[in-house]
């Protein structure tokens, strides 16, 4: 018997917790109160770009056999470019609360 008491008791408790917060809930959208929102930013990555390009251009001019400096440097600026760009393009996202009015 004293398994069932307790099993009641407990199934009353979990009822009335559920429905309180069901109602707070509710009352609070109907009163304008705050909620929680997520809020994203993306970074264009154009300072990336040119650092990139520019550290790729001198990496691929001294990295260059003989005779091959120009090549080295152009192929070495446009993967740098390239890779700098998606490196420093970033999304920043963080929650911030807003109110109902």
Same mark, same amino acid.
């Not at 691929?60 to 446009?78: H, Q, S």
């Not at 490196?87 to 009015?101: G, L, M, Q, S």
């Given at each position: 018997? !004293?398994a069932?008491?307790k099993?009641?008791?407990?199934?009353l408790?979990?009822?009335?917790? =559920?429905?309180?917060?069901?109602?707070?809930?509710? $009352?609070?959208?109907?009163?304008?109160? !705050?909620?929680?929102?997520? #809020?994203?930013?993306?970074?264009? +990555?154009g300072?990336?770009?040119?650092?990139?390009?520019?550290?790729?251009?001198?990496?691929?001019? =001294? #990295?260059? +056999?003989? +005779?091959?400096?120009? $090549?080295?440097?152009?192929?070495?600026?446009? #993967?740098?470019?390239?890779?700098?760009?998606q490196?420093?393009?970033?999304?920043?996202?963080?929650?911030?609360?807003?109110? !109902? !009015?």
């Open positions: 018997m !004293r069932q008491t099993a009641i008791v407990i199934a408790s979990l009822a009335f917790t =559920a429905s309180t917060v069901a109602v707070t809930a509710a $009352e609070a959208q109907q009163r304008g109160e !705050r909620y929680r929102v997520k #809020v994203c930013t993306k970074t264009k +990555g300072k990336g770009t040119v650092i990139g390009g520019l550290t790729g251009g001198t990496l691929g001019a =001294a #990295v260059a +056999g003989n +005779g091959a400096k120009t $090549e080295g440097a152009i192929l070495g600026g446009v #993967v740098g470019a390239v890779a700098g760009n490196i420093a393009k970033k999304k920043k996202c963080h929650y911030e609360y807003r109110y !109902r !009015r």
